[in-house]
C-alpha cells in the first residue's frame, strides 16, 4: 500500500469521523461537545471525543443548533468547504425523515413529493445561510457556483468572480421559478422548455460579454487544446492508439461546434427552443455512437462506468461501506437501466407533443414516480436499509435527482 494511498485514506476517515461527531450531537437532546482537532507529527487532524457538555443556552431549534455547532468547529479551525458537508449531511437527514413522513401520509402521490422537493430545493440556500453565516455561505456557495458556471479553471479577477456568481444566482432562481409556476399551472411543459432553453442561450452570452469569446471557449473545455488534454485524461483507462485518439478528438470537437451553433440559434431567434433538449440528446448519443464504433463496446461501457460518479464513489468507499464487486455493478446497472428507462420515456412523450398529439403529462409524471419508488424499493431489498440510506446519503443515487418531472 503506497503512502499516498494511506494519506488520502486517512483524511478520508478523519472527515468522516467529524462529520459523524456532529451529526449524532445534532440529534440529541443533550448533545455532546464536537470533536476537538489535535495535530498529529504529518499535519493530519485526528478528532478525540471530549466530555459531554450541558445544552447551549438559547438552543431550542434544530437550526439553531446546526449554527451553534459550526461555530464551534470553525472556531477550532476546521474548514469552511469541511463545515458545508457536515451542514448538509445535517440537512439531507433531516429532509429523509421529513420526505418519508410526507410520502406515507401522501401515499406516495407524485404531485404531492414534486411539490415538497420544490420546497426544500427553493429553502436550501437560506437554510445552509443560516447555518454557516453569510460571509461562509458566499465562500461556499460562490465556489460552487464558478464550478458550475465553467468546466475548467479559467483565471478571473475579483470583480469577473462576482459577476459570473451574480449570474449563475439569477438562473438557479430563474429555473425555481420556471418550476413553480408549472407546478402550479401556470405554464406547461412546452413553455417552460422553451425558457429554460432561452435563459441557457442568454446565460452563454453573458459569460461571453464576461469573459470575451476566446477564454469563454477555454472556460467550457471548447479551447482546441482544452479539449485534446481532458479528452486525454478521460480516455487514459482505454489507452487509445493515436488514430482513435484524433478520430475521437474530432467528434468531440464536432459536438462541441454544433452545441455552440445551437445555443447562438437559440439566443438569435427563441421560438428554436422548443426542440432544445432533444436536438442535445441527439448530438450527445451520435458523439457516443462514435466512441463506440472507434473502441469497441466492451471498452466504451467499462469507460463509461468508471467515469460515472456513483461508482467511482462505491469503489473508492468499498470497505467503509461494505460492497463487493459484484454489488457494486448490480447498483451501478440498476441506476442506469433507471436513468435510460425515464429519459426514453420523457423523449417518446415529448415526440408525441412535438408532432401535435395530446399527452398526459400527470400520468406521465406519475409513472416516472412509479418507476423511480420501484427502483428505490429493489435497492432497498438489495442492499438492506441500512446501506441503501449510506449510498444515498453520499450521492451515488443521484439519478433520481437527474430525471426529472415535467
Not at 460562490?142 to 449563475?168: F, G, H, N
Not at 452545441?259 to 421560438?271: A, H, V
Not at 457494486?328 to 435510460?340: G, P
Request: one cysteine or more; charged letters at 25%; glycine letters at 6%.
Amino acid at each position: 500500500m503506497s503512502s499516498e494511498f494511506r494519506h488520502r485514506a486517512s483524511l478520508v476517515l478523519n472527515v468522516v469521523l467529524a462529520v459523524t461527531a456532529v451529526v449524532l450531537a445534532l440529534h440529541k437532546s443533550e448533545p455532546a461537545a464536537p470533536a476537538a482537532p489535535v495535530k498529529m507529527a504529518n499535519g493530519t487532524p485526528v478528532f478525540t471525543r471530549q466530555p459531554k457538555t450541558p445544552q447551549y443556552p438559547g438552543v431550542a431549534s434544530t437550526s439553531d443548533q446546526r449554527r451553534w455547532l459550526v461555530d464551534q468547529l470553525r472556531a477550532m479551525g476546521v474548514p469552511n468547504d469541511t463545515l458545508a458537508r457536515i451542514v448538509l449531511e445535517s440537512l439531507d437527514k433531516e429532509w429523509n425523515r421529513y420526505s418519508a413522513k410526507v410520502s406515507l401520509e401522501c401515499h406516495g402521490d407524485g404531485d404531492t413529493l414534486d411539490a415538497l422537493q420544490l420546497k426544500i430545493d427553493m429553502g436550501m440556500d437560506d437554510q445552509v445561510r443560516a447555518a454557516l453565516g453569510e460571509a461562509g455561505f458566499r465562500e461556499w456557495d460562490q465556489k460552487k457556483m464558478l464550478q458550475e458556471a465553467m468546466r475548467t479553471r479559467v483565471a478571473l479577477t475579483d470583480s469577473e468572480a462576482d459577476a459570473i456568481y451574480d449570474l449563475k444566482k439569477k438562473q438557479q432562481q430563474r429555473f425555481l421559478d420556471l418550476r413553480q409556476a408549472m407546478q402550479k399551472g401556470e405554464m406547461d411543459k412546452s413553455d417552460v422548455q422553451n425558457a429554460l432553453a432561452t435563459a441557457s442561450s442568454e446565460f452563454t452570452g453573458q459569460m461571453k460579454a464576461i469573459l470575451g469569446d476566446e477564454r469563454y471557449a477555454e472556460s467550457q473545455g471548447l479551447d482546441p487544446g482544452v479539449v485534446a488534454t481532458n479528452l486525454q485524461q478521460d480516455l487514459a483507462k482505454a489507452t487509445p492508439s493515436d488514430s482513435q485518439f484524433q478520430d475521437l478528438l474530432k467528434a468531440q470537437q464536432q459536438l462541441n461546434d454544433a452545441r455552440s451553433k445551437l445555443d447562438q440559434q437559440i439566443q438569435d431567434d427563441p421560438s428554436q427552443s422548443a426542440a432544445y433538449d432533444e436536438q442535445i440528446k441527439a448530438l450527445d448519443d451520435a458523439r457516443d455512437q462514435k466512441y463506440r464504433q472507434v473502441l469497441g463496446t466492451n471498452v466504451f461501457d467499462t469507460l463509461q462506468m468508471e467515469q460515472d460518479g456513483g461508482y467511482s464513489k462505491m469503489v473508492q468507499y468499498k470497505n467503509l461501506w461494505g460492497l463487493d464487486d459484484s454489488e457494486i455493478y448490480y447498483v451501478y446497472a440498476t441506476m442506469q437501466y433507471y436513468e435510460k428507462s425515464g429519459q426514453d420515456y420523457q423523449a417518446q412523450a415529448s415526440a408525441l407533443q412535438a408532432q401535435g398529439q395530446s399527452v398526459d403529462w400527470d400520468a406521465v409524471n406519475k409513472n416516472l414516480q412509479q418507476l423511480k419508488q420501484q427502483t428505490q424499493q429493489t435497492l432497498q431489498n438489495y442492499l438492506g436499509q441500512d446501506r441503501f440510506n449510506q449510498l444515498q446519503q453520499n450521492g451515488v443515487f443521484y439519478q433520481f435527482n437527474q430525471v426529472a418531472h415535467h
